[in-house]
C-alpha cells in the first residue's frame, strides 16, 4: 500500500509560480512511475506531467516550457514546479504513482486557482 498527501496548492496571480509536492509512504519501494494529474471544473482529469523510476520526464503541451516535475528521494516526494502560471491552469492538482504491479495510488488533490 502507497499513501499519497499534496501540499503547496493555493491562488496565486496570473504569470506567477507554485511549486506542489507530493509526499509518499509505506510500499515505495515498488513505485514504477509516478505523474501530476489536474481536473478542472466541467473537464476530464488529464496528465500534466510524468516520471519513470528512471527518471526519465513526459510533459503534456500545456505544461511544456513552464512545468518540472522532479523526485526528492531523500524526501520522498514528487514535486511539480509551475511558472508562469495562467487562468487556465487552475484546477485541481493530483498525484498518482503506479506500483510494479500496475496497481496506482492517488492522492486527495490540491486547489490550484490563477486569478488576479
Known amino acids: 500500500q502507497i499513501h499519497l498527501m499534496e501540499s503547496g496548492g493555493g491562488l496565486v496571480q496570473p504569470g506567477g509560480s507554485l511549486r506542489l509536492s507530493c509526499t509518499a509512504s509505506?510500499?515505495?519501494?515498488?513505485?514504477?512511475?509516478m505523474g501530476w494529474y489536474r481536473e478542472a471544473p466541467g473537464k476530464q482529469r488529464e496528465l500534466v506531467a510524468g516520471?519513470?523510476?528512471?527518471?526519465?520526464?513526459a510533459y503534456a503541451e500545456f505544461a511544456e516550457g513552464r512545468f518540472t516535475i522532479s523526485r526528492d528521494n531523500a524526501k520522498n516526494s514528487i514535486d511539480l514546479q509551475m511558472n508562469s502560471l495562467k487562468p487556465e491552469d487552475t484546477a485541481l492538482y493530483s498525484c498518482?504513482?503506479?506500483?510494479?504491479?500496475?496497481?496506482?495510488?492517488w492522492g486527495q488533490g490540491t486547489q490550484v486557482t490563477v486569478s488576479s
Open positions: 498518482a504513482v503506479y506500483d510494479l504491479r500496475g496497481s496506482d495510488y
Open positions: 509505506g510500499s515505495i519501494s515498488s513505485i514504477n512511475s
Open positions: 516520471l519513470t523510476k528512471a527518471g526519465d520526464p
